[in-house]
């Protein structure tokens, strides 16, 4: 399936009318959120003005309605009945997880979950997947050609990958729009791959998570109005995750998360204390907080300052997504192999 055309059919509407329903409400949330107190400092800037906080929520709203509207036209406008369950099994999951990361912002940074109940509640977030048998157990593994993976598919693929992709795009994080772009960047290759294999119905479902992430950018973009929060991070996150398993693009989201699985072993040098934060001058430039690297947001500040380039947010952000479309390029590039 062309994948312009597929952007172009009856479903544009309801993309567009996703971001609308974020442009019209998260104004409506920023000013209710600054009246709460929800609000946050803007650690790269100079100025102590407080950001409104949690605006995944407005996000998790618009890409909710979304799915339920998709619904309504596949049974009273397509009259297509088929995979109901799995798009519902969908939509619970990326609540969980919205929940989850819910808990998380409300009970606040650094004093949230902790590191190693994360996973443990992410797992949740995996279960209404394993419980509509999602993907298919067979496999092309390396050296094992076709594999039928039998009962570990659901037991321990679908929670791994899930676990994984939840808990990393959470990870890379802390500037603005980097979450945002980051995962209109990601969903957009799996709505891409997804269409191209014959599985439109999750293109759909990818694709009104990134028309909800546009409506998002705007708001979030640098200089941010409002920060996403881990309501964001964590519904993201899982929902990569799902697309890759419900269209079978396993070995897609394992390279497209490969900054992810960096920034992991990266964190892990930190023992997960080190922040992600560059240090502010007076002129508004970065610098590295740190004498090592914990982060790839590290790297990317010291590779810009070694440069002799004037080292801004904005330009730390546009570094990290190009680093992202560079896996974004290897996918297309080999996706013959990696459909197999």
């Known amino acids: ?10 479903f544009l509407p309801l993309f567009a009318a996703v971001t609308i329903i974020v442009w019209i409400i998260m104004p409506h949330w920023i000013k209710r959120a600054q009246n709460a107190g929800l609000t946050g400092k803007d650690i790269h800037k100079n ?18 309605i979304g799915i339920m509207s998709y619904i309504a036209m596949r ?23 919205g929940v989850i990361g819910i808990i998380d912002d409300i009970l606040g940074w650094k004093l949230g979950l902790r590191q190693w109940q994360k996973p443990l509640l992410t797992l949740l977030v ?11 157990r067979l496999m092309h593994l390396p050296f094992l050609g076709l594999t039928d993976l039998g009962i570990l598919y659901p037991l321990i693929v679908i929670p ?5 992709t939840t808990n990393g795009f959470n990870m890379l994080a802390g500037y603005n729009g980097l979450e945002a772009g980051q995962g209109i960047i990601i969903l957009t290759t799996l709505a891409y791959f997804a269409a191209s294999t014959g599985s439109s119905w999750t293109a759909v479902v990818a694709l009104c998570m990134v028309a ?5 950018l705007i708001f979030n973009t640098y200089p941010a109005t409002v920060f996403p929060g881990d309501t964001l991070t964590y519904s993201v996150g899982a929902l990569a995750g799902i697309i ?32 992600s934060f560059a240090q502010v ?21 010291r590779f810009l300052n070694r440069l002799k380039v004037r080292t801004t947010e904005r330009k730390v952000v546009s570094l990290l997504h190009g680093f992202q479309l560079c896996f974004v390029i290897i996918t297309i590039t080999i996706s013959r192999g990696l459909l197999q």
């Open 1 to 10: 399936m062309d994948f312009v055309l597929f952007l172009r059919n009856q």
């Open 281 to 301: 001058e007076d002129d508004g430039t970065l610098k590295p907080r740190y004498e090592q690297n914990y982060g790839l947001e590290h790297l990317a500040v």
């Open 47 to 64: 100025n102590n003005q407080q950001v409104a906080e949690m605006g995944g929520i407005v996000v998790l709203l618009a890409f909710l």
């Open 75 to 97: 049974v009273f406008l397509l009259h297509a009945n088929t995979n109901i369950a799995s798009i519902l099994a969908v939509l619970t999951a990326v609540l969980i997880a």
């Open 160 to 164: 791994g990958i899930i676990v994984m």
């Open 212 to 216: 909800a992430l546009l409506g998002m």
């Open 126 to 136: 995996a279960a209404p997947i394993m419980a509509v048998n999602a993907g298919t």
């Open 244 to 275: 890759a398993i419900m269209a079978n693009l396993e070995k897609v989201i394992i390279i497209l998360f490969i900054p992810y699985i960096l920034e992991f072993f990266l964190k892990l040098r930190g023992k997960f204390q080190k922040e």
